[in-house]
């Protein structure tokens, strides 16, 4: 199983405020400069339009189908640096690079690492600068009703 992430890395300010938009249920990272972020914006994660299965699972059902969906938010002076360093801790972690942006400025990666690595990746990652630095977010969704759904159909 892969784990899709969603990254944003932004160039550190002398003082803390919110991070710039990231949208998306995909695996992505952002770096930005201080000059071009905007206080008042926030990361966000939104579930896809097709997160809620119209079938019904019973609650008695334990089974789990999962898809997690992670963002993180990092501050740096070194946007290039921190970049490079993510893609390496990508690619360490068996995952796969699917798109880089970057530049002086702001800086976004798409990927996926495998669920058997996520914990060790989310350790570098998170090692990459000072906890005051740093935030994360995950979403879980239990996608089995359209797992099923999708089987009775074939």
């Known amino acids: 199983?892969?784990?899709?992430?969603?990254?944003?890395?932004?160039?550190?300010?002398p003082k803390i405020v919110n991070y710039?938009?990231?949208?998306?249920?995909?695996?992505n990272l952002s770096i930005a400069k201080p000059e071009s972020v905007s206080i008042s914006d926030g990361l966000r994660i939104m579930p896809p339009d097709n997160a809620i299965s119209n079938q019904q699972i019973s609650i008695n059902d334990t089974r789990e189908f999962l898809k997690t969906s992670y963002s993180a938010s990092i501050k740096t002076r070194d946007v290039q640096g921190v970049v490079?360093?993510?893609?390496?801790?990508?690619?360490?972690?068996?995952g796969r690079v699917d798109n880089i942006s970057s530049s002086?400025?702001?800086?976004?990666?798409?990927?996926?690492?495998?669920k058997s690595k996520f914990e060790t990746f989310r350790s570098e990652i998170e090692?990459?600068?000072?906890?005051?630095?740093?935030?994360e977010t995950s979403?879980?969704?239990?996608?089995?009703?359209?797992?099923?759904?999708?089987?009775?159909?074939?």
């Open 20 to 27: 710039n938009r990231s949208y998306g249920d995909g695996p």
């Open 127 to 135: 090692s990459l600068t000072h906890k005051k630095l740093f935030s």
């Open 104 to 114: 002086e400025k702001r800086g976004y990666l798409t990927f996926v690492v495998p």
């Open 1 to 13: 199983a892969w784990y899709g992430r969603i990254f944003f890395i932004q160039k550190s300010l």
């Open 139 to 154: 979403l879980s969704q239990n996608l089995l009703g359209q797992k099923q759904s999708i089987e009775q159909q074939t």
């Open 84 to 94: 490079t360093s993510a893609k390496n801790i990508i690619k360490g972690n068996d």
